[in-house]
């Protein structure tokens, strides 16, 4: 684990979208349509995001009482998603139609549902529900759950891989908040947060059995963003580029944190007026725009409202070729996608 140099950069996002999430998550870039995904968990709304016209969808599944994690599909239209307690496959978002920051949402329901794993006694209790997911590189979906009271010492949550035959297996128990997942660009190591705990870990991961081993601190606590703030909050979502980088959201914390590798820090991005950032992606014809969910402002403390308006909204930051941040980067550097689900 490496702590950050003095002077390792720090960027401004701009803000995009005034959506104001009550709980913004699992952002998504789907190449095939060009659009934006998210969801805002407790309302269970999946919104969808056009960046050329602006324009905006928001899809309502009332049959859950949350919608956490989705996921593209690699070969058939829709999602996989997570709802409070199953995994299910979503028929494909309504078309950005609404130049409102909130438009109307569509009322859908679920296709199928593909597993039910968790216990159904804690989701019906409030005890548990799940959190936020992955794909690793073969297409295999990875989900994690969570403990509704954090401020417990019991930790109910597990993570799970539901494999392309429609098995699925316990991988990690004993877990707070199961968060970001992303795997290296040679398929090897993967990056995992249980945000009770304060480090981004990595392990080694065999492509062709999905196993994982070797646990290890990949990063803890980074360093204040300047002198007039403490660190504070914990590590969330994460996504990775095209050259290794890994790049998490820091809850409560206003910024992305960008680790090469080695775990040193490249660059920070603060979301100014935002106090909890969850997740980023790579997005955009070439994936060389950052974009950034995040939660609302109550979720953090009392009144910070008046002092981070804007949290619950859509942020980017351009990281391409010219830009400020793509600078810092370096040539060569690239975005990447989230890989697809192949179930």
Same mark, same amino acid.
């Given at each position: 684990? $490496? &702590? ?164 699925? $297996? ?31 870990? &990595? ?5 062709? $059995? ?56 490249? &660059? ?20 060389? $725009? ?54």
């Amino acid at each position: 684990m $490496t &702590a950050r140099d003095s002077s390792a950069p720090v960027f401004k996002a701009e803000h995009l979208l005034a959506c104001q999430n009550d709980l913004g998550e699992g952002v998504v870039w789907d190449s095939k349509t060009q659009l934006l995904h998210w969801v805002d968990i407790p309302k269970g709304n999946l919104h969808s995001y056009d960046p050329t016209t602006r324009k905006q969808s928001i899809d309502h599944y009332p049959e859950s009482k949350s919608l956490s994690y989705i996921t593209p599909r690699s070969s058939q239209p829709g999602f996989i998603a997570t709802f409070v307690g199953s995994l299910v496959v979503l028929p494909p978002a309504t078309p950005p139609h609404s130049a409102s920051t909130q438009p109307e949402p569509v009322v859908r329901n679920a296709e199928k549902v593909l597993s039910e794993p968790i216990d159904l006694k804690g989701v019906e209790n409030g005890k548990i529900r799940f959190n936020d997911g992955g794909v690793d590189p073969q297409g295999r979906v990875w989900f994690g759950s969570m403990g509704n009271n954090e401020d417990e010492p019991e930790m109910p949550g597990e993570l799970s891989r539901y494999d392309l035959d429609g098995s699925q $297996t316990r991988i990690l128990s004993e877990v707070g908040v199961s968060n970001g997942l992303g795997w290296s660009p040679d398929g090897l190591t993967m990056y995992y947060v249980d945000s009770r705990k304060p480090y981004v870990w &990595a392990y080694d991961f065999s492509p062709s $059995t999905g196993s994982i081993s070797n646990e290890r601190e990949f990063v803890t606590t980074p360093p204040p963003l300047d002198d007039t703030r403490p660190s504070e909050g914990n590590f969330d979502g994460l996504c990775m580029d095209g050259v290794g980088n890994v790049w998490v959201a820091r809850w409560r914390d206003e910024r992305i944190v960008g680790y090469n590798p080695k775990g040193e820090i490249v &660059a920070m991005i603060h979301t100014e007026g935002c106090k909890s950032p969850t997740i980023p992606c790579f997005g955009g014809k070439d994936l060389t $725009t950052m974009y950034i969910v995040s939660a609302s402002s109550y979720r953090g403390g009392d009144g910070d409202q008046d002092k981070w308006p804007r949290s619950g909204d859509l942020f980017k930051i351009e990281c391409g070729p010219g830009s400020e941040l793509g600078k810092v980067l370096g040539e060569g550097w690239k975005g990447a996608e989230r890989h697809r689900a192949a179930i």
